[in-house]
């Protein structure tokens, strides 16, 4: 019976229209480039349309959907690694608090394989990717079928005539295509170049990089280690008399240049390959957390991080050669000195590159050395306003146990990483920000003086003024934050904690749900739904057989919302209008609502739920089955994407997209709402 209303709607829907345009922001051609009789190289190259960007499949912030490919494996060929891709765009979102990873333009990925077979076959496969562009985004899933002809020829061809593949499908032939001068696709197929990078972009993430290790370079200024020598060295240098300036210039060049050296040195490393697995994989994420808990304690005062002695000797021995060479060992000894203060903080300027493009890390370590270097040479040319300086004293302490407390903090963001991407479910939302309440209440009474560590003295911090309004602010931080453990959505760090979906205990869900009666659901447990949820404990279904099922019950009209787990779009709608009473309240009281997830790789139909795709293959993910239903029957391919139908799937009015004003999106409401009403009475 289902298998028979399934049909009848996409009877209904495509009967009286011929195929109509979709959105086809991407393209793809397909190439081979055989290499050797017994191994071949596939090109994937997808060209974009202006403003459209295409996910890197290492792109793994919990949000967006990452480029995956699939290949099905037979006994001809073996894969040698994995797809290869140039380097991808990086930019800081600042909804999500998150970088994104993706290309624009164009761009190539590539697959090495090992043949195996001296005879014909086909490496097939396909690939389920996300493109999006501002207010949007598009699930694409695209299948690919190389033909190799004969691992004994010269060179191996894809199939550009149908009669030579009587079993592929339309959609499996139309990607095995020829070059334009007629010549078979992907002989002599150059390796592609980084492609798809906006220069604006992604100096505009550099930029903001750039000022985050700036900041962090005058944080580490202030240390114990670092800001007693300021008066020192330039007393040392206005004792050269004339030479006092250049000296100053040269000392403040050469530490810029020792932290500059190292940036490239991570640049070299990181431009390997390395740092997709460093920002995606678990193991460096959990290392990057310890690392950050042993930062932590060594600014607690606990132990001491130092380089060998000996590299310390050496260097201030050949500060005794003087001129230039002498000036730069200066900064050398204090570079290494300074390492058991600065290390964390550099540290974490490093680790945070480790995601990001070749320039990253270098760009990092020249915004850190350039705010560790401009003291002591400016106060070299204005030695006056040495006198404007603070003295040294517990002050600088208390920074460094500060910045411990907030490395702490920071150590649970590189462990949720992994949580998220691998469902460990162990970090929490509310076991993370449990962890925050208490980090920070201890912080604030460590301002308040009841608690110490190893390096602070006995002054009675009680006293300083400075301390006390720290201490109030650091509370509130803590007050702030204590709902979240009830489900308030904390909007100002949301994008530093776990997703709502993670909340076990939300009591505004709870509220919401007592306030509504059960008989919405007709007693029927939504399909799917021990995966699948609803936001702001909305009521609903994610199978669109039962869905309709449901409306017909109900005589109600449908809210389908085509959505996604990597559409970003979607949670801003679902955070800035969904959250809105008067919405909620006109979809949960009129409405079946309906949320189908096109992206969906986990979740597997049950056997009555499959169906068969067009092109003859049965489709066993709810999310493929989603993305067909979007596709076939309402012509749409883009989420977000909103419609309202009548309890049969008819359309009554959208579709709407990214729609952020509240006022309009009820006003759609209002209107699907109106027309269903006047079917009624027809």
């Not at 899933?141 to 079993?167: G, Q, T, W």
Request: aromatic letters at 14%; proline letters at 4%.
């Amino acid at each position: 019976m289902k298998k028979i209303l399934f049909f009848l709607n996409f009877l209904f829907l495509i009967g009286s229209s011929t195929v109509l345009a979709q959105e086809t922001p991407i393209s793809w051609d397909f190439k081979i480039n055989t290499k050797s009789e017994t191994e071949a190289e596939l090109f994937f190259s997808a060209k974009l349309q202006k403003g459209w960007h295409l996910y890197s499949q290492h792109h793994n912030n919990g949000i967006e959907l990452p480029t995956e490919f699939t290949f099905v494996e037979n006994n001809n060929y073996s894969r040698i690694g994995t797809v290869w891709e140039p380097k991808p765009i990086v930019k800081y979102d600042p909804v999500f608090k998150d970088t994104s990873k993706y290309f624009a333009d164009k761009v190539t990925f590539k697959q090495r394989i090992k043949i195996k077979s001296k005879t014909n076959f086909q490496v097939k496969g396909k690939i389920d990717a996300q493109v999006c562009i501002e207010g949007r985004c598009v699930a694409i899933e695209k299948k690919f079928a190389f033909d190799i002809v004969n691992s004994n020829a010269d060179s191996a061809v894809l199939a550009d005539d149908k009669n030579d593949l009587p079993n592929q499908s339309a959609d499996s032939l139309a990607l095995m295509n020829t070059n334009k001068d007629g010549s078979a696709a992907g002989q002599n197929a150059p390796a592609q170049e980084n492609m798809g990078v906006n220069e604006e972009e992604k100096e505009e993430s550099l930029l903001v990089f750039f000022l985050f290790a700036f900041l962090g370079g005058l944080v580490g200024l202030l240390t114990p280690c670092v800001f007693p020598m300021i008066p020192m060295t330039i007393s040392f240098f206005m004792k050269t008399g004339k030479q006092a300036k250049r000296y100053a210039l040269v000392y403040g060049l050469s530490i810029i240049l020792i932290y500059v050296t190292f940036g490239i040195i991570l640049s070299i490393i990181f431009g390997a390959g390395l740092s997709n697995i460093l920002s995606t994989h678990w193991l460096p994420n959990v290392l990057f957390a310890l690392i950050f808990v042993i930062f932590a304690i060594s600014l607690f005062g606990y132990f001491e991080i130092t380089l060998p002695s000996k590299w310390v000797n050496k260097s201030s021995k050949m500060e005794s050669r003087g001129g230039l060479i002498g000036v730069f060992f200066m900064a050398l000894t204090l570079v290494l000195v300074s390492f058991s203060c600065t290390l964390p903080i550099a540290g974490a300027v490093a680790l945070n590159a480790a995601s990001g493009s070749l320039l990253k890390p270098i760009i990092g370590m020249f915004g850190f050395s350039l705010a560790f270097a401009i003291p002591f040479t400016f106060f070299a040319f204005f030695p006056e306003l040495l006198k404007s300086l603070p003295k040294s004293g517990g002050w600088m302490n208390t920074l460094k146990v500060t910045l411990a407390f907030v490395e702490l903090a920071f150590a649970l963001k590189f462990l949720n990483v992994p949580d998220q991407a691998y469902h460990w479910g162990i970090l929490d939302r509310e076991v993370y920000l449990a962890f925050w309440i208490v980090i920070f209440s201890l912080l604030g009474f460590y301002f308040l003086g009841k608690i110490r560590f190893p390096l602070d003295d006995e002054m009675p911090y009680q006293k300083s003024w400075v301390r006390f309004i720290l201490a109030i602010f650091t509370f509130a931080f803590v007050v702030y934050l204590i709902p979240g453990m009830f489900g308030a959505p904390l909007k100002a760090i949301s994008g530093w904690l776990p997703p709502m979906t993670t909340q076990d205990f939300d009591v505004s869900q709870i509220v919401r749900e007592e306030s509504k009666n059960a008989t919405y659901f007709l007693d029927e447990t939504p399909k799917y739904g021990e995966k699948l949820k609803l936001p702001h404990g909305m009521k609903g279904y994610f199978d669109y057989e039962q869905g309709l099922r449901i409306a017909q019950k109900l005589n109600k009209p449908i809210f389908i919302d085509f959505t996604g787990h990597g559409c970003v779009n979607c949670r801003n709608v679902e955070n800035a209008v969904w959250i809105d009473k008067r919405v909620r309240d006109i979809l949960a009281e009129n409405f079946v609502l309906l949320a189908l997830y096109v992206d969906d790789k986990t979740v597997k139909l049950l056997p009555e739920d499959r169906i068969t795709d067009a092109d003859g293959d049965t489709v066993f993910t709810l999310g493929s089955k989603n993305m067909f239903i979007q596709n076939t029957i309402y012509k749409e391919n883009s989420q977000p994407c909103y419609i309202i139908t009548d309890s049969y799937g008819r359309i009554l009015e959208g579709p709407t997209y990214y729609e952020l004003d509240i006022e309009n999106y009820l006003d759609f409401l209002n209107k699907g709402l109106e027309k269903f009403k006047q079917l009624k009475n027809n």
